[in-house]
């Protein structure tokens, strides 16, 4: 059986890596001609989203992605706009989920994948030739025919667009600004406030601020320092500023660097936000410092890959595009790819038809697409619900209780 994946991002790439290990015949194309020289900041793997990747990779591209990641053991913290502690999340010492650069994971991915990821591919469309059979199309080469051909062409999927006749998610409302922080380049202050876990500040007038910590060298789920290979060589915060969109934090993404991170502190500041949270952003690397509009798909699982099941078909993003908030779309992605790998199995081993396991992997997408969006759709809910005047108020009045409650816990 011959697949042809279209787009080698996490989900096509792993994807690839499971087929080509199994025995089929199989080629990933992507538009990048580098899979290192990618963006990206650190991706979130949670113990099924591990279990998934452990069937599709060899066991040594799982040790190296292991002694690159961070297994976070601190429970994140939500904090106000004053830098007050609100609350804990839940107890993380029993949680398998660890944080890795997405430029790892990919570059790991693709050499599990070797010579049948093709770089410098931009595919132009997909279609049936007059057999029915699923071809890819390159604006600059020939089509290329294969038994199954997958979308894992991400957010604006033209592989998704084509199945659906229109696009497969829309603006959340949202846009995010993410950047990175050295620990060191902190005051000891905000240092001590941060601590080594990830959290979450929400102020009124729909303003927010995740704050990752990544130190994969101290703190690897694996301690194996001769396997390491993580883009993050020291303690780093990674940031993640939302707004809800409007014309004039639209205008913010005509910024680069350092304009750009001095209109964010400015955006906050104008919010109330104490100077000291401001510090994180103030002292980023500039390089690092960027703007995207978060895109999601349904939270509905049944609107989900909305065609019938066919010789063409879509994973991750391309059919749940879901916004960070959740730290779930690289897992998602990576466990549609699991599923459709052990589906094409069956087919394989002779006991099911193609159709019939493209539409049993598709059924279980949309369950996990409608799972991740829920979630992630939620954060995305109460930052937007902070712009109204009643949530703004809401939220003044109620997060200096939260603090003072969170105070007399400790
Ligand atoms: C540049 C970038 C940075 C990201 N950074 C983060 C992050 O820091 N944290 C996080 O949680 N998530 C991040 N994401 C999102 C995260 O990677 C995805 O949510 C998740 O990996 C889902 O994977 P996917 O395979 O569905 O899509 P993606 O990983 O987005 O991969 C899609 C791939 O398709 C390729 N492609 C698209 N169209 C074509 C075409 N016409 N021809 C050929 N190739 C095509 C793209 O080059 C890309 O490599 C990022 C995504 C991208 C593209």
Redesign the pocket.
């Known amino acids: 059986m011959r697949v042809l994946v279209?787009?080698?991002?996490?989900?096509?790439l792993a994807l690839g890596a499971g087929l080509r290990r199994r025995g089929f015949e199989v080629a990933v194309?992507?538009?990048?001609t580098d899979v290192a020289a990618?963006?990206?900041?650190?991706?979130?793997l949670d113990g099924r989203a591990q279990s998934a990747l452990r069937e599709m990779v060899a066991p040594q591209i799982m040790r190296r992605l292991l002694a690159s990641a961070l297994r976070l053991r601190d429970r994140d913290a939500f904090w106000d706009r004053r830098g007050r502690l609100l609350g804990r999340g839940p107890d993380l010492s029993g949680d398998a989920g660890v944080d890795v650069d997405?430029v790892t994971l990919r570059v790991l991915l693709a050499e599990a994948v070797g010579d049948d990821l093709r770089l410098g591919?931009?595919?132009?469309g997909v279609d049936r030739d007059g057999d029915g059979v699923p071809r890819v199309l390159f604006a600059d080469a020939a089509p290329a025919s294969a038994d199954l051909v997958v979308g894992?062409?991400?957010?604006?999927?033209?592989v998704a667009r084509h199945l659906a006749g229109g696009p497969t998610n829309s603006p959340a409302g949202i846009i995010g600004f993410?950047g990175r922080t050295l620990r060191e380049d902190l005051s000891p202050g905000e240092r001590q406030r941060l601590g080594t876990r990830s959290g979450l500040a929400v102020g009124p007038r729909g303003a927010a601020l995740y704050v990752g910590f990544l130190d994969p060298v101290g703190n690897a789920a694996l301690d194996a320092p001769e396997l390491r290979m993580s883009v993050t060589t020291g303690p780093t915060y990674i940031w993640g500023a939302m707004f809800p969109e409007s014309a004039v934090t639209d205008s913010l993404r005509g910024l680069r660097q350092g304009a750009l991170r001095a209109a964010l502190v400015g955006r906050f500041r104008e919010r109330g936000w104490a100077e000291h949270t401001l510090e994180l952003l103030a002292r980023a690397d500039p390089h690092s410092v960027a703007a995207y509009r978060f895109n999601a798909a349904s939270t509905r699982a049944a609107d989900l890959a909305p065609w019938p099941a066919g010789r063409i078909t879509a994973?991750?993003?391309?059919v749940h595009a879901?916004p960070?908030t959740a730290?779930m779309?690289?897992g998602?992605?990576i466990r549609d790819a699991a599923a459709l790998l052990r589906h094409l199995g069956d087919v394989a081993d002779g006991g099911t038809a193609p159709v019939e396991a493209v539409a049993r992997f598709e059924a279980g997408m949309r369950r996990r697409g409608g799972e991740i969006l829920t979630l992630a759709m939620r954060t995305v809910r109460l930052v937007l619900a902070t712009d109204t005047a009643l949530g703004a108020a809401a939220t003044a009045a109620t997060t200096p209780l939260l603090a003072a409650a969170a105070r007399l816990r400790r």
Not at 152 to 158: P, Q
């Open positions: 279209v787009g080698g991002g996490i989900g096509g194309f992507d538009r990048d990618t963006g990206g900041y650190h991706i979130t997405r591919r931009t595919v132009s894992a062409d991400g957010t604006h999927s033209l993410s994973l991750g993003d391309a879901t960070p730290g779309g690289a998602a992605a």
